[in-house]
């Protein structure tokens, strides 16, 4: 009930479309989610996060959709460049568990010019 | 702000040797957590601190690991002996308390360890 489940694996959008990462979870009490950015050899980098309370939250090319009915939320790039090339998580936190985050499995996400 | 600092930035081993890693958090961030992240699991929460006091150690993997937070500004953790399965990236985290609910995480670069 702890997980998030996120999905694809891996990613190949041509520069200038549009990707899309999903991610489900099975924890209702989940009050934040937020998607982290992870270049090789760094560390993830908080991108965007959402609230349950809202339906989507848009910064710059970068859009978080949460369905709160389905228990499912998902990022979108628009306009993806090469420099978007990286790794991304999405999590969740519970207030009442400390808010440690639980984070998906990842996507690699490859932009080709 | 230097960010949450980690040392070293790779760690080779040999088998049976004890490990210690090394993290700096963001002075005034109450929150500290340790992640492990492998190909296989992905990022797992090992252990994380609130006010120096460890909260949630569950993710641990074994007794062979331990975290210790002896003030706001330090902490290691520590693999003895370690083992070939314990190779990983080892990151570092700290959060000011009162975003606690996961907000405004900032992870360091982390510690590659490989353990021949």
């Known amino acids: 009930q702890q997980q998030v489940k996120q999905s694809p694996q891996s990613l190949i959008v041509q520069k200038g479309g549009i990707s899309i990462i999903n991610c489900a979870y099975e924890n209702t009490a989940f009050d934040y989610f937020p998607w982290y950015q992870q270049f090789p050899g760094k560390g993830p980098a908080l991108l965007i996060a959402i609230r349950p309370d809202v339906s989507e939250k848009k910064e710059g090319r970068f859009t978080i959709s949460f369905n709160k009915s389905a228990k499912q939320f998902s990022l979108h790039i628009m306009d993806s460049q090469p420099g978007d090339s990286a790794t991304y998580f999405c999590?969740?936190?519970?207030?009442?568990?400390?808010?440690?985050?639980?984070f998906g499995q990842g996507t690699e996400l490859s932009v080709k010019p | 702000d230097a960010g949450v600092i980690q040392s070293p930035r790779h760690e080779v081993t040999e088998m049976g040797q004890e490990v210690t890693l090394r993290c700096k958090p963001i002075s005034g961030h109450n929150s500290l957590f340790w992640y492990r992240q492998t190909m296989m699991r992905g990022l797992e929460l090992l252990i994380y601190f609130n006010n120096n006091v460890p909260i949630d150690d569950s993710g641990m993997p074994e007794d062979r690991f331990s975290a210790k937070m002896p003030n706001a500004s330090f902490s290691t953790l520590k693999i003895q002996p370690s083992e070939p399965r314990d190779s990983a990236v080892y990151f570092c985290?700290?959060?000011?308390?009162?975003?606690?609910?996961?907000?405004?995480?900032?992870f360091g670069s982390g510690t590659r360890l490989t353990v021949v």
């Open positions: 999590a969740a936190s519970d207030y009442n568990q400390g808010g440690k985050l639980i």
């Open positions: 985290a700290s959060s000011p308390q009162e975003q606690a609910r996961g907000y405004g995480y900032t």
